[in-house]
């Protein structure tokens, strides 16, 4: 069974920085397309980031562009999100995701939540003085 776990939310200070982790268990993320998602309170789950295991490609959603950075470290069979620069409006739960197995599984095929089978739990990340 597939199994990912988030880790390394919390609170933070705005203009902080936090590094989230997803560990897997169950398959190599080596070989899968691994998203990062987030929720606030309300409001949609929304794609934050993406990471290709075809090409290594990444790809952010414009709210985060030049503050977000993901990779991977496959010795340990995560994919990171280093967050910088944090401001307000970065809270929520943040998911990391993985396509089903099957064609373009490695891929950033698009940022749909639907678009993604294995889900972690998800971490809580705060920004607040």
């Known amino acids: 069974q597939v199994q990912l776990v988030e880790s390394g939310g919390g609170l933070v200070q705005p203009g902080g920085s936090l590094g989230l982790s997803c560990a897997a268990s169950g398959l190599s993320l080596d070989h899968y397309a691994v998203g990062w998602f987030r929720q606030a309170p309300g409001k949609e789950r929304e794609g934050i980031s993406c990471?290709?295991?075809?090409?290594?490609?990444?790809y952010y959603a414009d709210s985060v562009k030049g503050r977000f950075t993901i990779s991977r470290d496959n010795a340990k069979n995560t994919v990171n999100l280093q967050m910088n620069s944090l401001k307000p409006e970065d809270p929520g739960v943040y998911y990391c995701?993985?396509?089903?197995?099957?064609?373009?599984?490695?891929?950033?095929?698009?940022?749909?939540?639907?678009?993604?089978?294995?889900w972690g739990q998800g971490t809580q990340v705060t920004v607040s003085s």
């Open positions: 990471i290709s295991a075809f090409d290594g490609s990444t």
């Open positions: 995701a993985t396509p089903p197995p099957g064609y373009l599984s490695d891929s950033c095929v698009d940022f749909r939540p639907e678009s993604f089978g294995s």
